[in-house]
């Protein structure tokens, strides 16, 4: 027992590590306010640039206010109260808990860091299933890195991280059958982001297969998924006086029929014809997806929600569709891992982390909200 405690307490130690100094490297830029790097420009904010990224400072209002109108009016930005709905309330609610301590900035900061080594931690323990304990810790340093975009989000006060947490949880201990735990998990997932309810619906399919259908009576702790939708939109009608304020909040909900809009250069959300890395996120997930469907492991319910996921990313119109893409990106670890493992991708891997960090410097130094008045934020 004192060497399983050893060996935990030693990978979390390690997947602390991974989580933490990339996301410290990129602040130190920041923080030494350096006017540029590998020549790219950088802007001489400091740490600021790196609270100011969306959509960190929306989520800080909705700390602040708790969905208030009155409040969010004495913020400098003139959005409608009502797309503040589309911000859900756990990561605001874990901010505004922590920030007596920190301040809301940093505790921001703080929540996003913590939910990134949480974020890991489980991813880690799925790949264990798969792998062993040297291959699932290469896997999960290169997820930290990989795609570029995940290392951004965890770098900046943003949500992704807890929901990506809660979403390999969840699924983690319904395939093993603990079903409460993949529910309150689900629950955390869906409390952070609207997409967490895709979990329901993949367990719901899964549950009805025919091989499987008698433990259809055992799952239904995974009730607590919706639930926490429900919760979330009661908040709404208490708050916002209206319980489907999340489909009144303007153009967040970027889900467009037909599929393949994204390619509308002309989409308020897209702007550009230069899209054409859009083209291999699908090529990566949908071969990813069906080596997920032909795999020999027992993937139990994996395969339905990358799947489910997948058809989802496939209708968002959104420059960003990597971003989107990041809670099936975990999954099709699973599916390319035995080629990411090999000595050639570490070699490939190890050329890429430069461009990798650049691009994050860049992407961070850029997308930032213009805030004159940081008062109300503090």
């Not at 929901?163 to 390999?168: D, M, Q, R, T």
């Not at 025919?210 to 939708?229: D, E, G, Q």
């Not at 009608?237 to 967040?252: C, I, Q």
């Amino acid at each position: 027992m004192i060497d399983i405690v050893k060996l935990n307490i030693k990978e979390l130690f390690l997947i602390s590590l991974i989580a933490l100094v990339p996301t410290f490297l990129i602040w130190l830029i920041f923080y030494l306010r350096l006017p540029s790097f590998w020549s790219i420009p950088l802007p001489q904010n400091g740490m600021a640039t790196i609270v100011s990224n969306y959509d960190g400072p929306l989520y800080m209002i909705v700390s602040k206010s708790l969905y208030a109108a009155d409040v969010i009016k004495g913020f400098q930005f003139t959005l409608p109260v009502e797309y503040y709905a589309a911000h859900f309330p756990l990561f605001p609610l874990l901010i505004r808990l922590f920030s007596p301590a920190l301040g809301t900035p940093y505790s921001m900061l703080v929540i996003t860091l913590a939910s990134s080594i949480l974020c890991l931690y489980f991813f880690n323990k799925l790949a264990k299933i798969y792998f062993n304990s040297n291959e699932s810790l290469w896997l999960t340093l290169i997820f930290s890195l990989f795609p570029a975009r995940f290392l951004i989000v965890r770098s900046v006060g943003s949500p992704e991280p807890l929901f990506l947490a809660g979403v390999i949880a969840s699924i983690y201990y319904f395939n093993k059958k603990n079903f409460w735990l993949a529910g309150l998990w689900g629950m955390v997932a869906t409390f952070t982001k609207s997409p967490g309810i895709l979990l329901f619906m993949a367990y719901v399919a899964y549950a009805f297969l025919p091989k499987i259908k008698n433990t259809v009576s055992k799952i239904y702790p995974i009730l607590l998924i919706p639930l926490a939708l429900v919760g979330v939109f009661l908040i709404f009608n208490v708050r916002l006086n209206d319980f489907w304020a999340y489909f009144h909040s303007g153009d967040n909900i970027h889900l467009i029929f037909p599929p393949f809009s994204i390619f509308n250069y002309s989409a308020p959300w897209v702007g550009t014809f230069w899209l054409e890395e859009v083209i291999f996120v699908y090529l990566l997930g949908a071969y990813g997806l069906i080596q997920l469907i032909k795999s020999e492991k027992s993937l139990g319910v994996i395969p339905w929600f990358v799947g489910i996921f997948f058809v989802t990313t496939l209708m968002v119109s959104h420059r960003d569709i990597i971003r989107y893409s990041l809670p099936i990106v975990p999954f099709l670890y699973l599916a390319y891992g035995n080629t990411v493992l090999k000595k050639e991708f570490k070699f490939v891997l190890a050329l890429l982390i430069i461009p990798i960090f650049l691009f994050s410097l860049a992407y961070i130094s850029q997308n930032v909200m213009p805030i004159s008045n940081w008062s109300p934020f503090l």
